[in-house]
């Protein structure tokens, strides 16, 4: 018996050095939402002298250069009203096999003297690797499944956190133009 207790313990003692590793990467990850889908709506004050017009044209330039993928899209540029719609599309490298995903999404861009408004809305994804149906489907499936702890591959938390990182790059380049 005694051999068998001693056993256990080198046996827990070589494993709970594996348990801490493995517990390492435990921050959540968190994204803008709103009615249970990603949904990044932010509004920024700039200087007082910046006019709409300014502005409009600022947004513009930076929505052509965002976004080097062909599936994106303008929409909307109504400098009357201070708006740009359109869609915005990242690709996302999920493993070193080559498997990726094209993230498209909405973006909405308002000016008005001094300030703006960005919404980024509408995620779908679309994977590209083999045996995947590849369509684009709505992001918060996969998203919601991922949040409860369910994820429908090893790659999830690498996309949804390069998915983060992406749009917050995407809304500080904004910024960065808007700004200068």
């Not at 801490?20 to 700039?46: E, H, W």
């Amino acid at each position: 018996m005694q051999i068998t207790l001693k056993k256990l313990v080198i046996v827990a003692l070589i494993l709970v050095p594996g348990m801490v590793v493995a517990q390492s990467d435990t921050q959540p990850l968190t994204m803008q939402m709103r009615d249970g889908k990603i949904y990044f709506d932010n509004t920024y004050s700039l200087d007082a002298k910046l006019k709409k017009e300014e502005l409009f044209s600022r947004a513009s330039n930076w929505f052509k250069d965002a976004f080097p993928y062909p599936e994106k899209s303008i929409d909307i540029s109504d400098d009357k009203k201070g708006e740009i719609l359109g869609t915005g599309i990242f690709k996302i490298v999920t493993s070193n096999s080559g498997n990726y995903y094209w993230i498209r999404f909405r973006v909405n861009i308002i000016v008005h003297n001094a300030t703006y408004e960005l919404k980024a809305y509408e995620f779908y994804e679309k994977p590209i690797e083999a045996g995947i149906s590849n369509e684009y489907s709505k992001i918060e499936y996969r998203w919601w499944d991922f949040r409860q702890g369910k994820p429908w591959s090893a790659e999830d938390k690498t996309l949804f956190s390069k998915l983060d990182k992406n749009i917050n790059e995407t809304l500080n380049s904004l910024e960065t133009a808007m700004s200068k």
